[in-house]
């Protein structure tokens, strides 16, 4: 067996091993964080949940710590409160980025953490099996429940030689990204092998594993070896080892190999993951703002890099260099060695360790401008600006462009930097908030500021839907598309009433209001729909609206499930080609719902122009019934009057 399947087959509770079919895993670890756990903790409370049963379970504050009102102080008491009366760990803010400090302080080798989030798949570095989902997924698995996804297909990538020097670890992310674009790694875990392997550290197979996702893979995951073991002792958990690979003649049901000494600094250019270029190509492109940090580049080697590359040199006027470290350790660590004291003498401004810019909370650059960043994602208006460009690099050749103020290819700089991490890193855990004793969690009160908004109920679906097309789009629509990023909007992350006025907010902005005012309506999209986040807010909000079906040629997994967990059908064109007959103000009509079964296939009759199309649902039978009964909670609350 190859290493995934090893996993997979350890925490396998429900269904049978063929990819494509629903198998139901136990979780050991969950991660939840400010955007995304206050939906996890309301739901995991609705489902009726006294006490959380994995292993251990996390809440971090890393995403919304811009308090510029009431609304995330509040967040942040609720997810405080609700940790210490479900015995969650809670992370304050200024711990630092949930994937980053998981890295350092919980990944265990072969367990299986679920995250609501996508970058998740972090921790295949570690050797886990990391996976994203959305918040009410999570919820289930905080509950002891079972996660269920499709079995997937693994994916080999086998990585030989070593990395010259200058390329990066995120250059070999680019390269993945190149080779699959954003829609390659679907259905699929991308198994790391070969001699390359190394060469590559923890932190480095981090980078990898983070931008896993953007390929639409379901994670990514590396065998626990000799630099695993390296990495755990310096965080002093030697104990958490042990050794993990694949048999030596496993099977993968897709394979890639990439020579690493062949890389070459590369970039992604606006507005995807996958407009991968090489650096060289695009150089002397001037830069407005260089952004550092994110759970992509944000680790002690990467930073402690950047800090040598800038040490006695200094910024270009016209440049704002901003730097967020990933970690509290990662702060410390800059501070005792005098790295963050060289950062500031450069000109960079220190940012505090959370996600900040990479999600738009702070740090939008200025109208039409030219942003090089070290994180996983260039959506359009991802950065706060509409009409930003911003291109996705290593931190080294952040740190280089920096200097000259111009997008520049570092291999012009010379000698790289080469970090080598301490004997044992600055252990300090003292943001995170451990479990309290039972009786301590059964005295606590959970506080609900009124920004807090009860959980919207929905009904059942009926056996008929009419309503009209209320937005008709293209390939790869992201969440970022149908829930924006932004410290405005990600302040509302609890109150769905408040956040469902943003839904397709930069595409149509007069959309939430038309569905609304409908009560009843469908989206059309091409291929991959709901690429990106895992935000669920992006199924719950619009469903909230009125939305009761997306109508595509395919849909990326985290949001199909969240689709499915709100009472959306996610209903597939079994000819592509009849999207061109469904457009924005079209009245269709669907029927037979209340017979719906896994694969099912129904009759979408497009009422204003006559013409009838088949769709496909391409669930498993548990999804078919939730589907019915209106969404998970729905069907936890049972048949019975709905609100
Ligand atoms: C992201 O990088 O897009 C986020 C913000 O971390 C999201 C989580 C969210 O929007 O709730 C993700 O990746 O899942
Ligand atoms: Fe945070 Fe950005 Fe990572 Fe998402 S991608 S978890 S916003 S740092």
């Not at 008491?77 to 980025?97: D, P, Q, R, V």
């Not at 080598?420 to 969690?441: G, K, M, Q």
Request: net charge neutral; aromatic share 6%.
């Amino acid at each position: 067996m190859n290493l995934a399947q090893k996993i997979i087959k350890a925490h396998l509770v429900a269904g049978e091993m063929l990819p494509g079919r629903e198998i139901g895993l136990a979780v050991d670890q969950t991660l939840v964080h400010d955007a995304t756990g206050q939906m996890a903790l309301l739901q995991f409370e609705a489902l009726g949940f006294p006490r959380v049963k994995t292993r251990r379970s996390l809440i971090y504050t890393d995403h919304n710590t811009l308090q510029a009102g009431f609304e995330n102080a509040d967040d942040h008491a609720f997810l405080a409160s609700a940790a210490l009366k479900f015995g969650l760990h809670y992370s304050k803010a200024g711990g630092g980025i949930c994937h980053q400090v998981n890295l350092e302080r919980f990944a265990v080798p072969g367990e299986v953490l679920l995250g609501a989030d996508s970058h998740t798949t972090t921790g295949g570095a570690m050797g886990e099996l990391a996976i994203g989902a959305g918040g009410l997924d999570v919820a289930a698995a905080m509950g002891g429940r079972p996660f269920f996804l499709p079995m997937p297909e693994v994916m080999r990538v086998e990585l030989t030689g070593g990395l010259p020097p200058w390329s990066t670890a995120k250059d070999v992310a680019l390269e993945i990204l190149r080779r699959l674009t954003v829609s390659g790694g679907r259905g699929r875990i991308l198994e790391f092998t070969g001699p390359g392997l190394a060469g590559l550290s923890v932190p480095e197979r981090a980078t990898i594993a983070n931008m896993s996702i953007e390929t639409g893979a379901i994670t990514a995951v590396f065998p626990a070896d000799e630099n695993t073991r390296a990495f755990l002792a310096r965080q002093g958990r030697a104990g958490d080892f042990k050794p993990l690979a694949a048999d030596p003649e496993a099977g993968y049901e897709a394979g890639l190999t990439i020579d690493l000494s062949a890389l070459v600094p590369l970039a992604a250019a606006p507005h995807s993951p996958d407009q991968v270029r090489e650096v060289a190509e695009l150089a002397g492109l001037k830069a407005d703002q260089i952004a550092i940090g994110s759970c992509t580049n944000a680790s002690y080697e990467d930073l402690m890099a950047v800090a040598s590359i800038l040490r006695g040199r200094r910024l270009p006027p016209h440049l704002s260099l901003v730097v967020a470290p990933g970690s509290r350790q990662v702060l410390r660590e800059l501070a005792d060695r005098g790295a963050l004291a060289d950062l500031i003498a450069a000109g960079a401004r220190i940012m505090e360790t959370a996600c900040g810019f990479c999600n738009g909370v702070g740090q939008a650059p200025r109208t039409g401008g030219v942003s090089l960043r070290t994180s996983n994602r260039n959506f359009p208006g991802r950065s706060g600006t509409a009409d930003a460009n911003l291109y996705l690099v290593s931190p080294q050749t952040a740190a280089v462009s920096a200097l000259t103020g111009f997008l520049t290819d570092p291999r012009t700089f010379w000698p790289a930097p080469i970090i080598r991490p301490p004997e044992r890193f600055i252990l300090d855990d003292s943001l995170i908030i451990p479990p309290a004793p039972a009786e301590e969690a059964a005295a606590a009160v959970i506080e609900r500021g009124p920004n807090i908004a009860p959980l919207p109920r929905f009904e059942a679906l009926p056996d008929a839907l009419e309503g009209e097309v209320m937005l008709a789009l293209g390939h790869n629509v992201t969440t970022d598309d149908i829930l924006p990023a932004g410290a405005h909007i990600l302040a509302l992350r609890a109150n769905i009433p408040a956040i469902s006025r943003f839904i397709f907010s930069n595409i149509d902005p007069g959309f939430a209001e038309r569905l609304k005012k409908a009560g009843l309506g469908f989206v059309v999209g091409g291929q991959n729909y709901g690429q990106g986040s895992s935000r669920e807010h992006a199924a719950l909000a619009p469903r909230y609206l009125g939305l009761r079906a997306v109508i595509a040629e395919s849909f990326a997994r985290i949001h199909k499930a969240n689709l499915v967990n709100f009472g959306i059908l996610p209903l597939e064109l079994a000819d592509p080609g009849d999207r061109e007959g469904l457009a924005q103000g079209h009245r269709l009509a669907l029927d037979g719902l209340n017979l719906l079964k896994a694969g099912s296939r129904l009759t979408l009759k497009n009422l204003t122009t006559g013409r009838d199309f088949t769709l496909k649902l391409e669930v498993s039978e548990r999804q078919a019934e939730m589907l019915k009964a209106g969404g998970l909670l729905a069907q936890a609350a049972g048949p019975g009057p709905s609100a």
